[in-house]
C-alpha cells in the first residue's frame, strides 16, 4: 500500500482497536505509522468479528474508511495525459477512501476508455477487450499481466455486471480498487509519458543535426 502522505510504497504493521457496536455490528480503528515519512494514517473499519486472543485482530472487514488524511492518496495524473483520460481517474483516486466500489466503478471506466481509445480494441465488454489486448500482445508483458489481474482480482466470471457495465457500482474485492489505479498509472506512463520523452529527446537531436548541417534522424512509425 501507498502512505497517503507521502505516497511512498510501504508494508505497515497496522494496530487496530475496537470502538464499540451499533446496529451495524462491530466497529474499529486501524492505525498505521509510515516507517518513511514517520506520519500517521487511520481507517475506520466495520468488521463482522474480533479476536482479543490475537492482539486486537479483526475479521472480515465489511467497511473500510481512510479518516485521516482526507483527500486523494495518489498523485496527479502526469501533465502529458489527456483531459479526457483524467477526468475518470482523479475522480477514482479521490472516493477511493470513501467508496473502494465507487471508485473501482470508475477505474474500470477509465480503463476501458485507454484500451479503446489508444489500444484501439473493438468496443465490447471490458472482459472481452481485455482479452482482445491479450491477444494483440502489442503492451510489455508487464503491463499485460497487470491488466489481465483485473480480471482476475475482479471475478468478472462472478461478477459479469463488471465486464459487461464496466461504470456499474458493485461489491468489489480486497484490493481490487487500489489494483485498478495501479494500471491505469502504468498505461498513463506507457502511452503518453514515455512517448513525450523520447518526442523531447529526437527533437532536441534533430535541432543539434539541423545546426550542424546534417538531415533528421529517421523515425520509424
Given at each position: ?64 474508511f481512510l479518516i485521516y488524511p482526507k483527500g486523494a492518496s495518489r498523485p496527479a495524473p502526469p501533465i502529458e495525459v489527456s ?139
Amino acid at each position: 500500500m501507498k502512505c497517503p502522505h507521502c505516497l511512498t510504497k510501504i508494508y505497515p504493521s497496522p494496530e487496530n482497536q475496537q470502538i464499540g457496536n451499533d446496529k451495524d455490528g462491530l466497529w474499529g480503528s486501524i492505525r498505521i505509522k509510515c516507517p518513511a515519512c514517520n506520519r500517521l494514517f487511520i481507517y475506520l473499519v466495520n468488521v463482522e468479528s474480533m479476536d482479543y486472543s490475537a492482539g486486537w485482530r479483526f475479521g472480515k472487514v465489511k467497511k473500510k474508511f481512510l479518516i485521516y488524511p482526507k483527500g486523494a492518496s495518489r498523485p496527479a495524473p502526469p501533465i502529458e495525459v489527456s483531459e479526457d483520460f483524467k477526468v475518470d481517474y482523479i475522480k477514482a483516486c479521490l472516493v477511493i477512501s470513501d467508496s473502494s466500489k465507487a471508485s473501482a466503478a470508475l477505474s474500470r471506466r477509465c480503463l476501458q476508455h485507454i484500451l479503446r481509445e489508444k489500444v484501439g480494441v473493438k468496443k465490447s465488454s471490458l472482459g472481452n477487450e481485455i482479452q482482445e489486448v491479450l491477444n494483440s500482445k502489442q503492451l510489455p508483458s508487464y503491463i499485460a499481466d497487470a491488466i489481465d489481474g483485473i480480471r482476475n482480482i475482479g471475478n468478472f466470471a462472478a461478477h459479469p455486471i463488471k465486464s459487461n457495465s464496466s461504470g456499474e457500482i458493485v461489491e468489489v474485492e480486497e484490493g481490487e480498487a487500489e489494483w485498478n489505479l495501479d494500471v491505469i498509472e502504468s498505461l498513463f506512463d506507457f502511452y503518453f509519458v514515455q512517448p513525450a520523452k523520447l518526442k523531447a529527446k529526437q527533437d532536441a537531436l534533430n535541432k543539434k543535426l539541423v545546426s550542424a548541417g546534417k538531415p533528421n534522424m529517421k523515425v520509424s512509425t
